[in-house]
């Protein structure tokens, strides 16, 4: 494998059920990124971890708990989630985040995520 | 408060280079410019950064001007592939900047 995937690909659930999102990047990234990109709207950050450390929340609500246990991998755990929160899902890795073109960001494939 | 301003949305044919022009007149010496594209339900690949100088790698060529008011990303040989919004976005250089998605740019490539 190489570049940064993402499983599932595809994913549907109930309000009331508790699913992950994996991302794994093979790049030898240290940085790692949660995008939310919902119908006709511009990519949401959500999350951001640097050497495994969360470095950035931006207000996203309890319900999405993100997970990094190395520089390799990233979950998304999410539960009692809203219709509202449907959206593609899309995971990022940079090598860093120290500014300059070691700061690109190379994005999987995304999940598509409905909630009923 | 975007920091770009593209078209909505142009085509070109198969074959033919694709210009896709982008405006960035409030952009400070320390930002970059940076593209890429989505395909449709796909996640956004990086095409091509640059600061100051043109850039060329193996997908395509980056033309910023001498003021760094504006750019053009060149696609030399458009495919039907190469159908997808293209984005340009302009970023810090510093450290824990964001790369800020706006709307883009839809280029359709026409057989």
């Known amino acids: 494998e190489t570049g940064v995937t993402q499983t599932p690909r595809h994913l549907v659930m109930g309000m009331t059920n508790k699913k992950s999102l994996k991302c794994e990047q093979h790049l030898g990234h240290n940085a790692m990124y949660w995008y939310k990109q919902s119908a006709k709207k511009p990519l949401e950050l959500m999350f951001v971890?640097?050497?495994?450390?969360?470095?950035e929340n931006n207000s996203v609500p309890s319900r999405f708990s993100p997970e990094c246990p190395n520089s390799s991998h990233l979950f998304l755990h999410l539960h009692t989630l809203q219709p509202e929160d449907s959206a593609l899902y899309l995971c990022?890795?940079?090598?860093?985040?120290?500014?300059?073109?070691?700061?690109?960001?190379?994005f999987g494939p995304g999940t598509r995520l409905t909630v009923l | 408060d975007a920091k770009t301003t593209q078209p909505t949305s142009m085509d070109c044919a198969e074959g033919r280079a694709a210009n896709l022009p982008c405006n960035h007149s409030?952009?400070?010496?320390?930002?970059?410019v940076y593209w890429y594209r989505q395909i449709h339900s796909q996640g956004p690949q990086y095409i091509i950064h640059?600061?100051?100088n043109n850039e060329t790698n193996e997908m395509a060529s980056l033309i910023i001007t001498e003021d760094r008011k504006s750019s053009t990303l060149i696609l030399p040989h458009a495919t039907l592939r190469d159908t997808a919004v293209y984005y340009c976005?302009?970023?810090?250089?510093?450290?824990?900047?964001?790369?800020?998605f706006g709307k883009g740019i839809t280029l359709s490539v026409r057989p």
């Open positions: 976005i302009v970023r810090d250089t510093g450290a824990n900047s964001k790369l800020t």
């Open positions: 971890y640097n050497f495994k450390e969360q470095t």
């Open positions: 990022a890795s940079s090598q860093d985040r120290w500014g300059g073109p070691t700061d690109t960001q190379y």
């Open positions: 640059g600061l100051k």
């Open positions: 409030t952009i400070s010496g320390n930002e970059y």
